[in-house]
């Protein structure tokens, strides 16, 4: 049997605790410890994850020889610095969303990943969940022909507290849409045409309530195969069940329909249509994504989700910023 992973958390917070649930299915391939500024917290998430060790420092645990890779699990402002010391101590690193807060953070990263001959991947989850990788095959498939629109939606009600560090751009490195809707953005990016031009339309924000971010945000794209598409984001809107909404991808052969959490996907092609039930089995792809980051330390290459195809949803979040606000593009008569 090979031997485990050692994996260090560096923060011990919410999404912490959220990776440290979903490893629970992948002992004992993944040994865990934990380290935060505050010792009692990192002893606390040690034993209630069932890890072998906590730091009191993160640096600790990026130094210690007892870890083979770290998981950077804190606000996105600090990524960058812990990711280049993690490389220069040689470790291997997964690194949360968003990766960096600019997108010229990733060069110096890539260098010292090469340089360091190590494995970096970005913890985009959604990657990796049962939907994106169904609708990946579906569409792939052919059943509907060549896309031509794609909606996504992705509403819900969900506010943060007033003390919430994500209520402080210099700490998560931007709006809600930043720190969460990339995972959207990834989504539509990553079915299999490429997104070429892009632009954000952002409603005027309502100056009410502890959750002092902008949290709305609508896209509009334009795939390289010609075929285009929207999608719609908040964090202020209500919605049936706290999320539940449907979106669409249209073929000139059909249209699959699908919820937008990854509940049920049906495709509507010639002949009759085809129900999948991607699976609520790792719904949102945290062990998959493990899977792959193992497995690439394992094999000596660059997991699914690399730097790289992190970089390419960065160049279009900027782009994204970018346009809102501007002129929206002129339309042929």
């Known amino acids: 049997m090979a031997d485990p ?9 919410f999404i912490t605790r959220v990776h440290s649930q979903n490893l629970k299915k992948l002992q004992p391939g993944i040994v865990r410890a934990y380290a935060s500024r505050e010792a009692a ?6 034993r209630r994850y069932g890890g072998v060790r906590s730091y009191a420092d993160y640096l600790t645990a990026i130094e210690d020889p007892q870890v083979d890779a770290v998981v950077i699990a804190v606000p996105p402002r600090f990524h ?42 970005v913890g985009e ?45 210099a700490m998560a490195g931007g709006d809600a849409f930043f720190e969460e809707g990339i995972h959207w953005l990834h989504l539509a990016g990553s079915l ?15 100056p009410a309530g502890p959750d002092r971010r902008v949290k709305s945000m609508m896209v509009a794209f334009r ?45 509507r092609g010639p002949g009759m249509p085809k129900v999948v039930w991607p699976g609520l089995s790792d719904i949102r792809g945290y062990r998959a994504m493990y899977r792959d980051f193992a497995a690439a330390i394992r094999d ?25 606000g501007a002129p929206t593009p002129a339309v042929g008569p």
């Open 41 to 46: 917290r990192s002893e606390e998430f040690c």
């Open 192 to 206: 299999g045409p490429r997104i070429v031009d892009i632009h954000g339309y952002q409603p005027t924000p309502s």
């Open 80 to 121: 960058l610095d812990l990711t280049l010391r993690a490389l220069a101590a040689g470790k291997h690193v997964l690194v949360e969303k968003p990766a960096f807060p600019r997108l010229a953070d990733f060069a110096p990263v890539i260098a010292a990943r090469d340089r360091a001959r190590r494995v970096v991947i």
């Open 5 to 13: 992973l050692r994996i260090a958390f560096l923060g011990c917070g």
């Open 125 to 169: 989850n959604d990657h990796y969940k049962p939907l994106a990788v169904s609708l990946r095959q579906v569409l792939a498939s052919g059943v509907i022909g060549e896309l031509v629109f794609a909606h996504f939606t992705t509403i819900a009600r969900r506010l943060k507290s007033a003390d919430d560090w994500r209520n402080d751009e």
């Open 223 to 267: 795939y390289d195969n010609g075929g285009v598409g929207s999608l719609f984001y908040s964090r202020e809107v209500p919605s049936l069940f706290r999320g539940l909404r449907v979106s669409k991808l249209f073929g000139r052969a059909g249209i699959i329909t699908f919820e937008s959490n990854g509940l049920f996907i049906v495709a």
């Open 300 to 324: 000596g290459r660059q997991p699914e989700m690399s730097l790289e195809r992190a970089r390419e949803d960065q160049r279009l979040m900027e782009q994204v910023y970018a346009t809102v």
